[in-house]
């Protein structure tokens, strides 16, 4: 599936439901992760939601899901505006390489552009060297370390 010439990156719908399940447990268990039931009917329901900041996207190759993005406008100390966060960017295995990252991430851009908002930003594992090849000419990698909430000592 080296072609994408057909390729579509439009907003989630409800009918996706399923697909969308099916491509953010993959995204999940590439990161070693699963979340209950709950979480999904949640993250779906933000997603879908006009009151949310939460924004997601289905990527089609051929009429067929082939990955996804979640995104969320917040506020930011720094600026004026907000601030975008790519959350998840996922692309099944046989459309890497392919063009659906990159297409799934523009489409990301042009959100936070047509919102007024010039930064967008994510993270990723250290480990996840093929998206970091195209994060690195897309993207530029800065300095941050990320922590998070844990036992205090």
Known sequence: MGDNTNLTVRSLARADEPQWRRLWSAYLAFYETEVDEEVYLTTFSRLLSDEDPQFGLIAEAGGQPVGLVHFIFHRHNW????????????????????????????AVYAAADANGTPTVYWLTQHFNTQARKLYDRIGQLTPFIKYQRGEIR
Do not use: F, M, N, W
Not at 91 to 106: K, Q
């Open 79 to 106: 600026k004026i505006e907000d601030v975008c966060y790519l959350q998840d960017l996922y692309a099944d295995p046989d459309v890497r390489g392919t063009g659906v990252g990159r297409a799934l991430i523009e």
